[in-house]
């Protein structure tokens, strides 16, 4: 295959400008994104806050303030022994008015740069109760914080991993929007 004079100028052209990869000045939002045929999902954001003040957010009960929204979800009664092996446990109201129970332990953690941590429904439309591991790495960013957060243990279940990608995408914007707020 051969390519004429004037594609290559275009091409040549089009390498003068910045190169496409660069970060710029702005705010990263929510994006996830799922490896289903492997059970795996991505979700990155910045939020506006030192990872520090994320840890806390993540781990304690003000999870009951920012995760869920009404007439979707919201998160009661939180619980957490903040400690590799402890166990954390949330009850969750859907906006029918029914409940599902949430738990797990926490694995590792590595404050505010990184927690791991196990999760468990008592019941899930698409996940049922399988248990999945949560990490979440945060590093300081000119906006607040970068975070990511990786979701493994659905292999098996395309469907949950999929629908559970878009859902991390709204669980960090209602983050940030909570933390924007302080």
């Given amino acids: 295959m051969s390519f004429n004079s004037k594609h290559m100028k275009t091409i040549q052209k089009d390498t003068t400008n910045e190169d496409f990869r660069a970060p710029t000045a702005t705010k990263k939002l929510p994006r996830s994104v799922a490896d289903g045929a492997n059970g795996l999902i991505i979700a990155v954001a910045e939020v ?3 990872p520090e003040r994320v840890i806390k957010a993540l781990t ?3 999870v009951e303030k920012w995760w869920g929204a009404s007439g979707f979800y919201t ?3 939180w619980r ?3 400690r590799v092996c402890g166990s954390w446990s949330v009850n969750v109201e859907l906006g029918d008015g029914t409940f599902v129970h949430a738990e797990g332990e926490f694995c590792e953690i590595d404050a505010p740069s990184k927690l791991v941590m196990t999760r468990r429904f008592d019941k899930h439309p698409f996940q049922g109760t399988r248990e999945t591991t949560i990490t979440y790495r945060l590093a300081p960013s000119e906006n607040g914080t970068f975070i990511t ?3 493994e243990g659905l292999i098996g279940r395309m469907q949950a991993a999929h629908g559970n990608a ?3 995408e709204r669980v960090l914007g209602w983050l940030d929007a909570y933390l924007s707020a302080e």
């Fill in 149 to 151: 957060v990786r979701e």
């Fill in 166 to 168: 878009e859902h991390w």
């Fill in 75 to 77: 998160q009661k009664d």
């Fill in 80 to 82: 957490a022994d903040l």
């Fill in 60 to 62: 304690t009960n003000e």
């Fill in 48 to 50: 506006s806050r030192s």
